[in-house]
């Protein structure tokens, strides 16, 4: 027998740790420091290129790992409809280096991707029960595709409320879509800023104070919130107080992440993985962990 | 009418856990009122012996500083308690409120009902409980407003 | 397993140039400026002999048995040094793709390609061979596979070495991990060879074990002849005594219950006095998996490159988000890698990420003892559990400066 034995080679990289070429088809602003972009597959003109990537299925709440060229990689939740398999589409807030870079990029620019990561909004769950989607600042983008599932079988679910606190009424984004859903009459929206101007008619103060008020059901009611850590906190304890059972309201949970797919450990919160048994947990689950200073 | 405003007011989170002698007392205090879009409900500087419980409609609570327009610093609906500036002293209105709709409430004698809370301990240490509660609740939604939370992290 | 067989003092030569004909590359402890390393070696006259160590709290050395005839020519009497097989199956380094900005204005990406030469890992301790387990677990039964991992993990040869002498930090026997391997059926090493080396004045060599197919197959090449009764029970001997003269423990599920209940115990605030958040346990810690990624491109902007690199829960940056970092303090950073290695571990993986291997102990430079703070966490839960139960109105930890 010979001695030398016969390996085959060893693997390389694998999809989910190389970014997937797409191109931006189209950009535009929502407010000063806030743009979506839309996101096409690239055709890959080499001889000998893989078959083009398909815009991944993906389900409302879950996120991509964007690729700036050079740069590095940011986690962005998707903002698109879960429906459309041609276009991805993300709302960026500009806070740093990569996510400048992404914003500058204009029509025909590549873009890498990788995922969809994470775990999803529980929509289905909410079948049959009344709905409160609670947003805050750029929480709104990562709520959408739910609202766009809902509206596609409005008739599966109760009534449905979203509730959306932005800063100013400057920065809020999809102003042009929330005018339309405002019309809805099978919809409840309420929109309230931190800081007015003259010319806002509508509420003033902080969010937690529209799930207050909130037209629910609280004892059948699934909540979904999103937006800054200390914001969800305070709006899921509103939403305990007014009776929504604390396995029902779920919230999307932020750290940093650096390869998300639950290797790199970056995005461990107590025991678990963001980017893989999150972002979307339910409140239940993470309550007492918000409670310790520095996890 | 009595037997109406009693009814309504033990809906009202407000005045829940309330017995009915001091429901009853309270709702002699109590009137329903009225307000169009743009009508002043109270201003600052006012003498503050009423409060109100929100029926319908939306408030602004606002400020006008030297000068300028009114500033809106927050508003209230359905439900909500407006006024709370008729249990402590100076109790004067610190700030201007302002029907943005029109507007349903229950107003309250808040100087009526200060004096019974002197004489009657156990009622004061009730609303005294409730308002206390109203206004920590506020507290808190102002001091996240003033976090600036969506605001570009520093 | 295989009955045992009988190997003399020259196994590792004879190991090393049987594993190197079949095209293995073969990585090996070295001893290289006084300091012990692993590293590929191309013969088996590269591994030490006649060296030793001493390891305590802040210190490790490497001693050479000079003056005894018989130490000298002891070939695995060290325990473990700073570096662990992870370098070479988790490497230090990967470059993971390379990116070009090609014409009109696209984008290619291509991985990095694997390699085909597997690695043979020789002189692997019981501790080292349950850390392999343990990065197996975390890095391939995930839903993702570290393919870097995972490539170089395929195919690789290990022979292990049994313990016959514990160091001072060594704490493997309470952690479940050693001092000596056994394949059964419920457990499965890992290993492909178990070599326990026998020097005493009768004989000098190696009794060794095949514990897989092609362990047995390489044995088989080397016609060793059987074990003999005396030695298989000297084998047993050393093992047996080596567990029992160890002289550090760690209470594994008394820590992971404490850790998991207490966030807040004071330990956290009290080991800030001292740790340095110097990130030395996490490096040579044979467990830690923490990666970060670093992406840079050509002066022209048209080549770009993403390589992985270890990180540590100990960088400030580490848990960085827009605005600042989550854990900011030396507490909080020391609580998270203490109550991951100890608790969390079992949550995430089923088991705890401690081999107690005892390099953290060593390696630390103010000795911080991870045997230690785990029997000070049970105490001070303890305590807290039992004050609970006395004030059950009191949530939390006491006000600072308040009345006892």
Redesign the interface.
Known sequence: MDSRCEFAPIAAMSAAMVPRPYVVARRWNETADTFTFELRPARDVRPDAPPAATAAAFRPGQFNMLYAFGVGEVPISISGDPADGERLIHTVRTVGAVTRYLGALGPGDPVGVRGPFGSAWPVDDAEGRDLVLVAGGIGLPPLRPVLYQVLARRERFGRVALLYGARRPAEMVFVDELRSWRSRLDLDVEVTVDRATESWKGSVGFVTTLVRRAPIDPAEAIAMVCGPELMMRFAALELLKRGVADRRVHVSMERNMKCGVGLCGHCQFGPSFVCRDGPVYPFADVKDLLQVAEV | MMRDMTALLSASPVFAGLDTDQLDFIAGCGWNVHFNAGDTIFKFGEPADRFFVLRGG?V?IEIRLAGG?A?????L????VLGWSWLFPPYTWQFDARA?SGVRATAFDGSCLRDKCENDPGLGYELMKRFAGIVATRL???R??L???????? | MRDPVWLEGDAPERLVDALAARGYRVVAPRVEADTLVLAEVGSGTELPRGWSDEAAPGRYRLVHAEGDALLATERFGFRVGAHSYKRFLHPPEARLFTARRGSPGGMHVDAEPGSDRPLALLGVRPCDLAAIGVQDRVLLNGPHVDDVYAAHREAAFVVAVECTRPGATCFCASMGTGPGIEDDDETVSGADVVLTEIVDAGRSGFVARAASQRGAALLDTLEARPASESERSQRTAKVAHAARSMERSLDRDGARAALAQGPELPLFAEIAERCLACANCTLVCPTCFCTTVVDTTDLQGRVAERTRHWDSCFGIEFSYLHGGSVRQSVSARYRQWLTHKLSSWFDQFGEAGCVGCGRCIAWCPVGIDITQEAAIAVDQQREAAAKAQREPSRRGPPVRGARP
């Open positions: 939306d602004s327009p500033r809106r610093i927050e508003t609906g359905e439900g909500e943005m808190q939604a102002t996240l407003q976090l600036d939370l969506y605001g570009q992290p520093l």
